[in-house]
């Protein structure tokens, strides 16, 4: 079972990036898809979760409004939108899954992705 993060990059502040984590192994569509990053010298944070159907979304206040998590359960897949980059945004950013419910506890997950570098310039 492997979750495998793509997507990051350097960018500059105002750009996009679209993180992709793709799962191979098994099938997740019954799992939540989380995703959290860590920037240096901090500990890892949430920023963003969907429910195993994807009817219901969260958000962290520091992303909310800039970032969009959403998922294609036929390619097992969850993906992160993110817009208006911001240098405060530079970090490593990892995918997990947890079964059904989302949850904003990086504890709760089950499974993770390597993670995969994005870097936003000022």
């Known amino acids: 079972v492997q979750l495998q993060a793509s997507g990051g990059g350097l960018v500059q502040a105002g750009g996009s990036l679209r993180l992709a984590c793709a799962a191979n192994g098994r099938t997740f569509s019954g799992y939540a898809r989380g995703w959290f990053r860590q920037a240096p010298g901090k500990e890892r944070e949430f920023v963003a979760a969907i429910n195993w159907d994807g009817a219901s979304l969260y958000h962290s206040d520091s992303v909310k409004a800039r970032f969009t998590i959403s998922r294609n359960n036929a390619k097992n897949t969850v993906y992160l939108q993110m817009n208006s980059l911001k240098p405060e945004d530079t970090a490593v950013y990892y995918c997990?899954?947890?079964?059904?419910?989302?949850?904003?506890?990086?504890?709760?997950?089950?499974?993770w992705g390597q993670g995969t570098q994005v870097t936003i310039s000022s």
């Open positions: 997990a899954a947890r079964y059904r419910e989302y949850s904003d506890s990086e504890a709760q997950y089950t499974y």
